[in-house]
């Protein structure tokens, strides 16, 4: 079964970036699809981004898109969160998922069956 370690969360100012990594313990790693969601205080945990290991295809919600960036090196079994131009709003634990499905994403809960164990991002203003 596959596991999944987060790292990279941290507190940064409006506008700063940071660069989130999930690590999955996998020999098949492009078996998967890994997402990235998030959970601000006192709200429903959201889906932010995923990536298709196999096809490399990407999809983003609304409100990062133009300002985060996912991709994947699959040498080292690894997908980043780059996150740029930081937002209050942005405030969340972040957690990365992975779905034991190819060819395709998608930014639903369901789909994905192992979680990390988040990792806090803080946004000051």
């Known amino acids: 079964e596959v596991q999944l370690v987060e790292s990279g969360g941290g507190l940064v100012q409006v506008g700063g970036s940071l660069r989130l990594s999930c690590a999955a313990s996998?020999?098949?790693?492009?078996?998967?699809?890994i997402a990235w969601f998030r959970q601000a205080p006192w709200k429903e945990r959201e889906g932010v981004s995923c990536?298709?290991?196999?096809?490399?295809?990407?999809a983003y919600t609304d409100s990062v898109k133009g300002r985060f960036t996912i991709s994947s090196d699959n040498a080292k079994n690894t997908v980043y969160l780059q996150m740029n131009s930081l937002k209050p709003e942005d405030t969340a634990v972040y957690y990365c998922?992975?779905?034991?499905?190819?060819?395709?994403?998608?930014?639903?809960?369901?789909?994905?069956?192992?979680w990390g164990q988040g990792t806090p991002v803080t946004v000051s203003s």
């Open positions: 998922a992975a779905g034991h499905f190819r060819g395709f994403c998608i930014n639903v809960e369901e789909a994905y069956g192992t």
């Open positions: 996998t020999f098949t790693f492009d078996d998967y699809a």
């Open positions: 990536i298709s290991i196999s096809a490399g295809g990407t």
